[in-house]
């Protein structure tokens, strides 16, 4: 009988101007963790999504324990065995778990049944989770959990996993870690894709590297550094951030008491938020996902307007203008969510560039597009911030997820703000070009720029930042040196131990 679960022998898969995988080979073998490594573009989503059956192959085979398997469908896949837990989660926040669990399922059983199995399997891989709960109430965390419990009810012989610990807590990533471990000693293959390689390297027995859609190379994680990985990716080396020293300036932009109802049902009210940055400074917000980050984002940047408080810019009271407004007098943000809220999916990336720059830049005259200067500006952060793609006439949805996050926080950055707010800046990019990004952002703020980056990311707040605060429902703590603070406060912190917190950094 043969190690291997699954073989993948010369995969070709290409879309008009791009190769996305070009004649792929390796094996995963049974009980094993295996790393799918690779930049932005390199062709793992293309690859993953072959094995899945949401794609066909052009070229190439594959084989599940010896058999033949080409997949027209994910359901064929999971009718093999093949399960597979996406980086965008794909559930109804209206409905409750078990409601949930039941429509990822060919053939659920009965409900009460299905609650029963929710709760038996759950608690066998200590990812305890009530059926009944309404999914909307859900943290980030937990929904990830009935994700991976909806493919554990399957009895998967393969599990992928897309960035799975980007939403989740240093405490939740261990809990995830532990099931992983749990499931490979019974003999479950994982295909793991994350661009943490320190958890690469925890976890992964055997790495696959795809650079430009091919394969380049194969790694034991535990025996490479972090940077040996990341340098067998992009195929050559690169510098972590440096912050220059900058002498801080005056306040660039202030909160006071800024509080704002939850947006919908499932949304977080912001409650008495308060702080300071600086010109020439990098204030971090952390917190778990939901915790009132979106809500931030909207408050400062104007999307939203409240009564509840006050947000001043240079000193003047902005609270009711509203995003055009607030870009004039040059406060510029990038929300999250890159394909719909920072970028028209169906736009060329040109004609997204005019939607936030078109004033800044001067970009329309007598109410007319000069396209040409618009297309020169997209070119620009194009070529800046190394965006993969075939040009500017290009739609936003053609670009894989990290080369449009490096265009939608490039096109703010290279239109020199004086105070940027970013959430989640490199999410979903590799190390290099997070990297650049981070360093892009440390820039700015050399030239005297006020920066609030709200992450998830705690190693990158804890890289770039001058002070941390966290978000905890809503509530923000108050901003504490990162100098003084280690992942023990600032685990407190994120868990809304605020007094506790200072009496630490301060006793």
Partial sequence: MSDILLGIQGLTKAYPGVVANDDVSFDIQKGEIHALLGENGAGKSTLVKMIYGLVAPDKGAMTLDGQSFSPSKPSEARQNGVAMVFQHFSLFDALNVAENVALGMENPPPMRDLARRIREVSELYGLPLDPSRTVGTLSAGERQRVEIIRCLLQN???????????????????????????????????????????????ICDHATILRLGKKVGESTPSEASAKELAELMVGNSFAAPVARDVEKGAVLLEAKSLSLPAPGAFGTPLREVSFAVRAGEVLGIGGVAGNGQDELLAALSGERTSDGGTVLLKGNDISSDGPVARRDMGLLSAPEERLGHAAAPDMSLTENGVLTASRRESLVKNGLIDWRKAQGFTEAVIERFDVRTPGPDTAARALSGGNLQKYVVGREIHQNPEVLIVNQPTWGVDAAAAAAIRQALLDLAAKGAAIVVISQDLDELMEISDRFAALNEGRLSPAHPVADLNMEKIGLMMGGAHDMEVAHVHG
Avoid: N, W
């Fill in 156 to 202: 998967p012989r393969l599990l992928i996993m897309d960035e799975p610990t980007s939403v989740l807590t240093p405490q939740e990533v261990e809990i995830l870690f532990e099931t992983l471990m749990q499931l490979k000693s019974e003999g479950t293959s994982i295909l793991y894709i994350s661009h943490k390689l320190e958890e690469i390297r925890a």
